[in-house]
């Protein structure tokens, strides 16, 4: 029998493997913000620590400063992302556009496959530029 791609099961790839490779993909403009009580964690991957991984992740991605938008974005050990779209001064149209936006690329994901998250910022990133 097939596995539904859209079941909210947990992706294959552990969530130290993915912050790790996502800090990796954003160029000089656009950056990953963690949120205070995630960042010891995080700065222990950096040390090569080995810290017990928490159950989740949250940081935020803005994409240059020129954007007047950004992703708030919660990786869960188990289960799908959550990603919220913010702005600064946008209209509710606008901001429905970007959660529609979002919404499809999430509910496209194979997440049967290694590495969904990262390929996901990867292969989208224009996408949302």
């Not at 949250?58 to 959550?82: A, C, D, M, Y």
Request: hydrophobic residues 40%; glycine residues 4%.
């Amino acid at each position: 029998m097939a596995s539904n791609p859209h079941d909210p099961q947990a992706p294959r790839t552990s969530l130290r493997d993915t912050v790790q490779m996502l800090q990796s993909i954003f160029i000089a403009d656009e950056t990953m913000v963690f949120r205070d009580e995630d960042l010891q964690w995080v700065q222990s991957l950096d040390s090569g620590a080995i810290a017990e991984t928490p159950e989740s992740v949250s940081f935020s991605i803005f994409l240059g400063e020129w954007r007047k938008v950004w992703f708030v974005v919660t990786l869960h050990q188990n289960g799908r992302p959550n990603v919220l779209v913010k702005g600064e001064d946008i209209g509710r149209d606008e901001q429905l556009e970007w959660q529609k936006t979002v919404k499809d690329i999430l509910y496209g994901l194979d997440y049967e496959s290694e590495y969904v998250i990262y390929h996901s910022f990867a292969l989208n990133i224009d996408e949302v530029l």
